[in-house]
């Protein structure tokens, strides 16, 4: 699974910028901001083995991917719950469940949701509509 993102040059410096995560950052290069995103991504994650790879396309337009979607997948619930100022237990109670620990597997990256599942999770972390799409290394 890839998530997208854009890199475009502001005031002399460029920015890279995955929208669905939060996630900025800067370079006095566009190679010094995807470097950037991508160690990002790594940092907040802070996992053993976690990696990112950084797919460029064209247009000022990039893909991210990891080694670990588990994690990624964790990394994005996290980031949209926090975004939205919603606890584990209001997560837990969108989804209709009594504890907020089988959701919080999700969060944690212990469990990897199906494409379904990860669906009814991120509209129940949301305020506003998030898609994600699947695609084809």
């Known amino acids: 699974m890839r998530f997208q993102g854009t890199v475009y040059k502001d005031s002399g410096v460029w920015l890279a910028e995955v929208p669905l995560f939060d996630a900025m950052t800067e370079g006095r290069t566009k190679n010094d901001a995807l470097d950037m995103i991508r160690d990002w991504f790594e940092t907040t994650v802070h996992a053993d083995g976690f ?3 950084v797919h460029s396309g064209r247009h000022g337009e ?5 080694n670990d979607l588990r994690r990624m997948i964790g990394l994005l619930l996290r980031r949209c719950r926090q975004r939205s100022g919603l606890s584990l237990n209001d997560v837990a109670a969108r989804l209709g469940a009594k ?3 089988a959701y919080a597997r999700y969060e944690r ?3 990897l949701p199906t494409i379904e599942k990860l669906d009814a999770l991120l509209k129940a972390v949301n305020d506003r509509e998030v898609v994600v799409s699947k695609s084809v290394a």
């Open 62 to 66: 990039f893909e991210v991917s990891a």
């Open 109 to 111: 990256g212990d469990s």
């Open 99 to 101: 504890s907020r620990n």
């Open 51 to 53: 990696k990112v790879d």
